[in-house]
């Protein structure tokens, strides 16, 4: 049976019901975290994304949300450790928008990046001095400033997404080529990663990462409580 990825791409500031909810399901220490970030956007984006993931965790395990644990790794990617063999996660924020992963039926880690295409900020310069050589042509050939944005968004999302499944830090691997190959080796020690672009609502670029070569589905919901896909309330 083939792995599945789930994505649910998540309003980063909802409305005061629904942040509450997510609220409601945080750790004290992730409390904390969150009021220590300073802006109301900031604070908000990491409730959401952190409070969802423990609701949709939760809801897959049939466990209470507030008693899921993870533990952070040597560069921040966190590992569910409460309870153990539960589904690897991931999240990203950019701008209005937040993505949660989840991967169902295996053992493989994943990782997701979302990324706001800016179209008024052209990133030629930016993809010649970070990207492989034939990455940073591909970006500059873009037909307009929007268009070399997108590219730009595009690959960055997909280098990020392999990134994370890997374990790694980002800025040294922003070479890492990712434009033609779904296929990437990356980490320490080097291991293979399958990169997917995931659809997305206009003026955002998301991409998924697993480890391994073999493929894999995917599945996106816009919203938590998408009617493709609901995800009950448990108690607790």
Known sequence: MRDTVRIWILPARPGPAELARYDAVLTADERARAAALGPA??????????GALRLLVGAALGVAPGRLAW????????????????????????????????????????????????PDRDPTALAARFFAAGEARHVGSGSD?????????????????VVKAAGERLWPHLALPVHRGDVVA?????????VTDVATPAAYRVAVALTGDAPYDTASFHGLDDPSGPVPRPAG
């Open 71 to 118: 533990r952070r790794g040597r560069y921040g990617k966190p590992t569910l450790t409460e309870p153990r063999g539960g589904p690897q996660t991931s999240l990203s924020y950019s701008d209005d928008l937040v993505a949660v992963a989840v991967a169902v039926g295996g053992w493989r880690p994943v990782g997701v990046d979302i990324q706001h295409v800016t």
């Open 41 to 50: 956007a900031a604070r908000d984006r990491f409730t959401v994304a952190h």
């Open 186 to 194: 990356c980490g320490d020690p080097p291991g293979v990663h399958r």
């Open 145 to 161: 400033v929007a268009g070399r944005a997108d590219r730009f968004a595009r690959l960055w999302a997909r280098k990020e997404a």
